[in-house]
């Protein structure tokens, strides 16, 4: 029979991380037509998430674990699970069970009807503040509107992605990685399923908003360089408007006689015109950042221990 893999990226989630297996478990075990196997991604936690996950392993044979030498972070996590997953479908769930595994057959009924990624599109996010919902719908439509490709909104990390979509989410290297931006970059033929997302059952959210900003400047970055054109654009303006402005004050003077204006004008010039040379420089500042980052080859992440040695994709590329 064919194995399904259950990725679940962990930090922290001592709490939550038995309830999930046996939740899970209970729905897996109703699909008798495949094997199925948890790979549990240790991404650094400071508790006992480690512990607990070995001692499930030791009671049950279908848990694989791989323990991160330090916090890399959810994209990261994801990633070193598909380098050493070889099933032949994998599903991303978070251990807080905010994700319901009740939609684990409908999703793989749909895979065997052909689709490649079979994605959970929320309807209904319970526990998250109405200023989380609307600054989340503000930002996906920017980015809609900047990119060359469509990212999906209120769509999140649990899905079914097929054997091919792993290994060409995998061919990617970058360390900097914007997981949702990928999963539509790659392409393949896609399914939605709706649903409500409940809140979470255990344990406290890792996302907190300045977390939040750093990946929406990491969506926006790498996958459009419409904020460069916005910055030349911008700079082209302003120096017509100084241009324009120069010519006024010319004028003024030799035909009128007026003198020219003073101080506070020339320290309103001034200021203005380097808050415009310093938001560009920012904007290019961010790319030349990823750029530097990047070509330094590092490896995106380091394995402390792990039970699984029977394939790992890295060592493959």
């Given at each position: 029979m064919k194995t399904i893999?259950?990725?679940?990226?962990?930090?922290?989630?001592?709490?939550?991380?038995?309830?999930?297996?046996?939740?899970?478990?209970?729905?897996?075990?109703?699909?008798?037509?495949?094997?199925?196997?948890?790979?549990?991604?240790?991404?650094?936690?400071?508790?006992?998430?480690?512990?607990?996950?070995?001692?499930?392993?030791?009671?049950?044979?279908?848990?694989?674990?791989?323990?991160?030498?330090?916090?890399?972070?959810?994209?990261?996590?994801?990633?070193?699970?598909?380098?050493?997953?070889?099933?032949?479908?994998?599903?991303?769930?978070?251990?807080?069970?905010?994700?319901?595994?009740?939609?684990?057959?409908?999703?793989?009924?749909?895979?065997?009807?052909?689709?490649?990624?079979?994605?959970?599109?929320?309807?209904?996010?319970?526990?998250?503040?109405?200023?989380?919902?609307?600054?989340?719908?503000?930002?996906?439509?920017?980015?809609?509107?900047?990119?060359?490709?469509?990212?999906?909104?209120?769509?999140?990390?649990?899905?079914?992605?097929?054997?091919?979509?792993?290994?060409?989410?995998?061919?990617?290297?970058?360390?900097?990685?914007?997981?949702?931006?990928?999963?539509?970059?790659i392409g393949y033929k896609k399914k939605a399923i709706l649903y409500d997302r409940d809140s979470r059952k255990t344990g406290k959210t890792k996302w907190n908003y300045r977390k939040l900003i750093h990946l929406a400047i990491d969506g926006i970055t790498s996958f459009s360089t419409v904020p460069l054109h916005i910055s030349s654009w911008l700079g082209f303006f302003v120096s017509l408007c100084a241009f324009i402005y120069m010519l006024y004050i010319i004028f003024k003077t030799l035909i009128h006689g007026d003198p020219v204006p003073g101080y506070p004008s020339l320290i309103a010039i001034i200021l203005f015109v380097g808050g415009v040379q310093l938001i560009v420089l920012g904007i290019m500042g961010e790319y030349l950042g990823k750029m530097f980052n990047e070509s330094k080859h590092r490896p995106a992440y380091l394995i402390v221990e792990s039970n699984i040695d029977h394939f790992s994709r890295v060592n493959k590329m």
């Open positions: 893999t259950i990725l679940v990226p962990c930090y922290n989630e001592k709490s939550g991380i038995e309830i999930f297996y046996s939740t899970v478990k209970k729905v897996t075990d109703t699909i008798s037509r495949y094997n199925f196997e948890f790979l549990f991604v240790d991404d650094g936690s400071k508790d006992e998430t480690l512990h607990i996950i070995k001692k499930l392993q030791h009671k049950n044979r279908d848990i694989f674990y791989i323990s991160l030498s330090r916090n890399f972070g959810k994209e990261i996590a994801m990633l070193a699970g598909m380098d050493h997953v070889s099933s032949s479908a994998v599903i991303i769930m978070d251990a807080d069970l905010q994700d319901p595994p009740s939609l684990i057959p409908q999703m793989i009924s749909e895979w065997e009807g052909g689709y490649f990624d079979v994605y959970a599109k929320r309807l209904h996010r319970s526990g998250e503040t109405w200023l989380k919902k609307s600054s989340s719908k503000i930002y996906y439509r920017i980015l809609n509107k900047l990119s060359d490709i469509s990212i999906l909104v209120d769509v999140g990390d649990f899905r079914l992605l097929d054997k091919k979509c792993i290994e060409a989410l995998c061919s990617m290297r970058e360390c900097q990685r914007y997981t949702k931006g990928l999963f539509s970059w």
